[in-house]
């Protein structure tokens, strides 16, 4: 079976993703490599803005339509009660969200052998806008990204050595050149951005693969490795 084009299929009820189209491609063409009858995906950040396909991903919308569809539960972490909130009238009963902090629940984890995939994407990333010289503010974009990489970093610490081999472990908000380049041509001069490549929320992330000598298995607005 073509596990590409049912993936494909698949995503085809939604709108367009943008950039991470691909990543979800690829992401749901691996799990139904795994050809089970029951998944496991826990998320850290839960869906925030009905509707923002473009914007952050929906991706609490669209792993609750694969469990409904392919068998298993979503197990969706973010400490803004009023997050879970929206985000309990968007989805099944088959997404269980927590409130609280997603280190501290990752490290307490019961069922951490047994998780599918791991979808890291709890604390927002910046853009720096090249017209903007305030140094003050640069350096807040600055320490938002560090910020937000590092809390990436720390969810993947407590979790990682009891994740199950097969498991996929990604985040978004992951920044490549090719990203940027295609960004950048269709925003105004004046408002182009001025992030680095490899930075972003995958900052620490793909430092801490590559002293595993881990390859990604998607490297573009989302950064995704296979344990």
Known sequence: MNRRKEAEDFLNQFPDLGFRQEGFTKIFEELLNKNKSEYLIIETGT????????????????????????????????????????????????????????????????????????YLDSYDSSFHPTNDTDESKIREYYKQNHLSALHVLKELCAVWTSLPDGCLVL?????????????????????????????????????????????????????????
């Open 47 to 118: 869906v925030r803005k009905k509707d923002n396909w473009r914007g952050d991903g929906q991706s609490t919308r669209i792993f609750d339509k694969f469990v409904n569809q392919y068998g298993g539960i979503v197990v969706s972490i973010d400490n803004d009660p009023v997050a879970i909130d929206l985000a309990k009238n968007l989805v099944s009963d088959k997404v269980h969200f927590i409130t609280g902090d997603s280190v501290r629940f990752l490290d307490k984890c019961p069922f951490k052998q047994e998780i599918d995939l791991l």
């Open 171 to 227: 985040t978004d908000d992951n920044v490549t050149q090719s990203l940027l380049d295609r960004f950048n041509k269709n925003m105004d001069s004046s408002a182009k951005y001025e992030y680095q490549a490899k930075e972003g929320k995958g900052l620490y992330f793909r430092d801490f693969m590559e002293n595993l000598d881990r390859q990604p298995f998607i490297d573009e607005y989302q950064l995704g490795y296979i344990k």
